[in-house]
C-alpha cells in the first residue's frame, strides 16, 4: 500500500483546515470548519475530528501515511501539546495524543503557524532555494520561523522564530505576552489601526478601522496612516536586523493579512532595514513578499510532517 500522502491540519482561530497533500505540495483533497473558539476544549477538538472525518471519506485516504499540523500557538512540540492564545479551551492541550488515535495511530508532526508558513515558503514559495531565511506572518499577530543551512528550524517546542515577542522599545507598551516593546505590540494589524486612531486618523462612512483600511487611506497620501505604517516598518526592521545578525539570514518572506499591503509597507521596510542591517555580514538582506497564499499552513504543515518521516527512516 502507498502512504505517500500527509494529511495536513493547518488550526488557527478562525478556521480549521484540513487537506491530503502529495510529495509535491499539490493540494489533492480539502475540509474545513470553523474553529469554535470560545466553546470548551473537547469541542475544538470535535471540529478536528470532523476536519479528518471528511478527510478520511476520501479515497485517497488510504494514502495518507503521516499527519502534519501546523496550529496556532504556543505549542509545545516535545510534549505534542497545544496552548493557543485565542482558543483558550486549549490549554496544555495533548492534541498530538488525540490526533493520532482519532487517525487510528499515524505518526503526527506539530509545529506552530509561522513556521509551518515557513517550511512552505522554503519548500515551494519565496525562500525557495536560499539557505538561511525568516519567513514571518504579519497579521493580527506578528509570527514567524527560520531556515538554517537548509533545514526547517522548528526548535524543540517548535516555536524558534517567533519574531513577533523580540522587543525592540525597551520604554515601549507592555506587550500581552508579558514584555514590553514587542515587534506585535507595534505592527501587528490591530496596533496599526491603534496607533492611526490614536493620532487622529478617523475610518471612512463604512466605519472600517482595520489595517487595510488604514493602508488604503496610506496610498491617497494620509500623513496619520503613512506614519503608522511607517513605524510598523521600523519595528519589523529592527527585529529582522537582529535576527540576521543573530543566525546570519539572507532573504526575510513577508506574509500575512499585513503584508498585503505591499509596498505601503515593503518600501519603508526596506528604507529602515538599511539603518538596522549595518553589519557587512547582514548588509545584502533581500525583503520579498510571500507566494504562498492562504493554503502556506496546510502545505507547510505537509513539509513538516515529510520532512520528520525522513528523518525517521534515516534514523536521525
Known amino acids: 500500500m502507498h502512504t505517500d500522502l500527509v494529511a495536513a491540519l493547518d488550526i488557527g482561530g478562525t478556521k480549521i483546515a484540513g487537506a491530503l497533500v502529495d510529495g509535491r505540495g499539490r493540494i489533492l483533497a480539502r475540509a474545513q470548519r470553523p474553529t469554535p473558539a470560545k466553546e470548551d476544549g473537547e469541542t475544538v477538538m470535535r471540529a478536528v475530528e470532523g476536519v479528518l472525518g471528511e478527510l478520511s471519506a476520501s479515497p485517497l485516504w488510504t494514502r495518507a501515511g503521516t499527519v502534519g499540523i501546523g496550529s496556532a500557538g504556543p505549542v509545545d512540540a516535545s510534549a505534542g501539546t497545544v496552548s493557543p492564545v485565542n482558543v483558550p479551551g486549549w490549554r496544555d492541550y495533548p492534541l498530538v495524543e488525540r490526533v493520532r488515535a482519532t487517525t487510528g495511530g499515524l505518526p503526527v508532526e506539530l509545529i506552530g503557524d509561522g513556521v509551518a508558513i515557513t517550511a512552505a515558503e522554503h519548500w515551494q514559495g519565496a525562500a525557495r532555494g536560499h539557505a538561511n531565511a525568516l519567513c514571518m506572518v504579519v497579521s493580527t499577530g506578528v509570527g514567524g520561523g527560520l ?51 490614536e493620532g487622529g486618523w478617523r475610518p471612512g462612512p463604512d466605519g472600517d478601522a482595520s489595517a487595510a483600511a488604514v493602508a488604503a487611506a496610506a496610498r491617497t497620501g494620509d500623513p496619520v496612516a503613512v506614519a503608522s505604517f511607517e513605524r510598523a ?67 507547510g504543515a505537509a513539509a513538516a510532517a515529510l520532512m520528520g518521516r525522513e528523518s525517521a527512516a534515516a534514523g536521525v
Open 147 to 197: 531556515v538554517l543551512g537548509g533545514r526547517l528550524h522548528a526548535g524543540p517546542t517548535g516555536n524558534a522564530g517567533h519574531i513577533g515577542h523580540i522587543s525592540v522599545d525597551l520604554d515601549g507598551d507592555p506587550c500581552p505576552c508579558g514584555g514590553r516593546g514587542c515587534v506585535e505590540r507595534i505592527a501587528s494589524g490591530p496596533n496599526i489601526a491603534r496607533r492611526a486612531l
Open 233 to 299: 516598518a521600523r519595528a519589523l526592521a529592527a527585529g529582522i536586523a537582529a535576527t540576521a545578525t543573530l543566525v546570519e539570514i539572507d532573504i526575510a518572506v513577508i506574509g500575512g493579512g499585513v503584508g498585503k499591503a505591499g509596498d505601503i509597507l515593503l518600501d519603508p521596510l526596506r528604507k529602515a532595514l538599511a539603518d538596522y542591517a549595518t553589519l557587512s555580514f547582514v548588509q545584502h538582506l533581500t525583503i520579498a513578499p510571500a507566494r504562498m497564499g492562504t493554503d502556506a499552513g496546510l502545505v
